[in-house]
């Protein structure tokens, strides 16, 4: 949905462009990731990204070799944080 005002001196302010230019702007999202230690890690990827590209990021930092046995799941956790988990 766009919307226009009216500013003085007959200029024009359009909202969805205004939003379109700050959402470009952050493009990054964290994802914290509970590790099989419950250690929990953050870290950043581009929010239009597939999940295979933060896995490939995890198993870098974690430098396994054997990664067919690995992956990510989506937990819940909203009672201790209320961000979701990824647990590898």
């Keep these: 949905m766009t919307s226009r005002f ?3 001196a007959g200029r024009t302010y359009n909202v969805r462009a205004s939003e379109l230019a700050r959402d470009r702007q952050h493009t990054e999202v964290v994802c ?3 590790l099989l230690d419950n250690t929990v890690q953050a870290f950043k990827v581009n929010k239009h990204d597939q999940g295979q590209v933060l896995l490939d990021i995890v ?4 430098d396994l070799t054997e990664r ?3 992956g990510l ?8 944080n209320p961000e979701d988990l990824l647990t590898v």
């Design 73 to 80: 799941q989506l937990a819940d956790d909203s009672t201790d």
């Design 59 to 62: 198993f870098k930092h974690l």
């Design 6 to 8: 009216r500013l003085p």
């Design 68 to 70: 067919d046995y690995f």
């Design 32 to 34: 914290n990731i509970l």
